[in-house]
Nanobody, 115 residues
Framework: QVQLVESGGGLVQDGGSLRLSCAAS??????MGWYRQAPGKERELVAS???????NYADSVKGRFTISRDSAKNTAYLQMNSLKPEDTAVYYC???????????WGQGTQVTVSS
């Protein structure tokens, strides 16, 4: 059974930092990443990383967020610095199975940035 378990969300002040973790299990994963969804908005890609380490970021988080991955542990991390109130959203871990080519999602973790 494939599982993606997120941790690390919470409440932080404007300019603060948080680190999200996503522990994945059940299969081998190709791309892993993070999406977010704010109230009344569509879910959007925040950052992704391939098995080979190639990263991709939304323009709004470039220079502030860093995605990394420990393939041995099947865990992805999102270091979020210089957080802004507009970063407030539910953050979802995402992974694509290398063999299954299916998309998998975590349950989501709330990130709230107060001004």
């Amino acid at each position: 059974q494939v599982q993606l378990v997120e941790s690390g969300g919470g409440l932080v002040q404007d300019g603060g930092s948080l680190r999200l973790s996503c522990a994945a299990s059940g299969t081998i994963f190709d791309i892993m990443g993070w999406y977010r969804q704010a109230p009344g908005k569509e879910r959007e890609l925040v950052a992704s990383i391939t098995r080979g380490g190639t990263t991709n970021y939304a323009d709004s988080v470039k220079g502030r967020f860093t995605i990394s991955r420990d393939s041995a542990k099947n865990t992805a991390y999102l270091q979020m610095n210089s957080l802004k109130p507009e970063d407030t959203a539910v953050y979802y871990c995402y992974a694509k199975g290398l063999i299954t080519q299916r998309d998998y999602w975590g349950q989501g973790t709330q990130v709230t940035v107060s001004s």
